[in-house]
């Protein structure tokens, strides 16, 4: 193996512990939006990037599940991310203000459904073939976050019902 090889596995290993980190450590109490905020500012460091974004869509509405952009107002980390959406592997974004840009869909390995994309860009150097390697990998990891976050969202939404039963049966038999 020689010395740009072994760098490449040390790089992509670096990446898919820091992503793995992330996951393990966000805090169940919390939203799932902490996650993808660290996700993404993750992604903006590691490729060296001015600006990245990341959006959760939600498969059967249609609707915004969650967006993290750094460095990029909302509404165009919304508009880069939904062209992201379109491109199968890692591709440059169209319509990004950026010289240089990486853009990939968020696809659930086990049903193929598109639940996401997200973005890296930047005016310096150019993104390398490596980078785009890379941010497959980050892709490859990333779909698991979303359905980690789905469910955290899942025990949220079902914790703040049982609370609600709670106070109104506690409310019930006070009376």
């Known amino acids: 193996m020689t010395q740009n090889e072994i760098k490449h596995k040390d790089r992509q290993l670096n990446l898919l512990m820091s992503l793995d980190r ?15 905020s660290a996700i993404a500012s993750l992604l903006k460091r590691f490729f060296a990037a001015d600006a990245s974004a990341i959006v959760l869509i939600h498969d059967e509405t249609n609707e915004v599940e969650a967006l993290s952009a750094i460095s990029v107002p909302d509404d165009m980390a919304l508009t880069l991310c939904k062209e992201a959406m379109h ?4 591709f440059p974004l169209k319509s990004s203000v950026w010289a240089h840009s990486l853009a990939i869909r968020i696809a659930v390995d086990s049903t193929g459904i598109i639940v996401g994309g997200f973005f890296v860009a930047r005016d310096g150097i150019p993104f390398s073939e490596e980078d785009s390697e890379l941010l497959t990998v980050a892709e490859s990891q990333i779909d698991s ?8 969202w899942k025990l949220a939404e079902r914790n703040r019902e049982l609370e609600a039963i709670f106070q109104i049966d506690h409310i019930r038999d006070s009376s």
């Open 22 to 36: 992330i996951r393990d450590t966000v805090d169940l109490g919390r939203t799932p939006h902490s996650m993808f």
């Open 145 to 152: 976050a979303v359905m980690q976050a789905r469910v955290m």
């Open 87 to 90: 491109y199968h592997h890692p």
